[in-house]
């Protein structure tokens, strides 16, 4: 009876749950360039061919893309819809989730404020911590003066500056 409960328990938390991608994956930097009046082939060269072609409507490309996996409760959806005018130019198109450049400009802006919002509210060190340890503020950032002229002293400058560069190897020394 315990084998068998141990054997249950055991399978039920070791399945694997593949990810699953489905459809076109747009890189944001393509589809920030896609502009209308474009051909149909510099559309194809962009953004690739559609996985679904629109078999009764050629005027109309559909970018669809489908992600499941285990950290998301609902999987992402993209659509991107590229329609064409008579004469094979882009005439408009819509985007459905697709993250342009812009967007993930914006996005890392977002990150980074809230980063230092959290700077700015994370909490001060306790009490202990503030008595034993160094402050780094209270040490001092520069060496003195003596100090400074003894370690010029010491180590001198291999090519003084009053000296020419030598010429990188290779090269002809000689007038030309």
């Known amino acids: 009876?315990?084998?068998?409960?141990?054997?249950?328990?055991?399978?039920?938390?070791?399945?694997?749950?593949?990810?699953?991608?489905?459809?076109?994956y747009l890189v944001a930097e393509s589809v920030g360039q896609l502009k209308?009046?474009?051909?149909?082939?510099?559309?194809?060269?962009?953004?690739?061919t559609p996985m679904v072609p629109?078999?009764?409507?050629?005027?109309?490309?559909?970018?669809?893309?489908?992600?499941s996996g285990r950290k998301y409760k609902q999987p992402l959806k993209r659509?991107?819809?590229?329609?064409?005018?008579?004469?094979?130019?882009?005439?408009?198109?819509?985007?459905?989730?697709?993250?342009?450049?812009?967007?993930l400009a914006q996005i890392e802006r977002d990150f980074k404020r809230a980063q230092n919002e959290m700077k700015k509210n994370r909490k001060k060190p306790g009490f202990f911590k503030r008595i034993f340890t160094r402050d780094k503020a209270a040490e001092p950032t520069s060496a003195p003066a003596s100090d400074a002229k003894s370690e010029a002293e010491k180590a001198p400058d291999p090519v003084p500056p009053s000296q020419p560069l030598p010429a990188p190897a290779g090269t002809p020394s000689g007038p030309t």
């Open 79 to 103: 659509r991107l819809t590229v329609y064409f005018n008579e004469d094979d130019k882009v005439a408009r198109y819509e985007n459905l989730g697709v993250p342009t450049q812009t967007d």
């Open 36 to 48: 209308e009046g474009m051909t149909r082939s510099q559309v194809r060269f962009l953004l690739g």
């Open 1 to 24: 009876m315990v084998l068998l409960a141990t054997a249950a328990l055991a399978a039920s938390g070791c399945v694997y749950r593949m990810n699953i991608q489905q459809g076109n």
């Open 54 to 67: 629109v078999a009764f409507n050629d005027e109309r490309w559909d970018y669809y893309y489908f992600f």
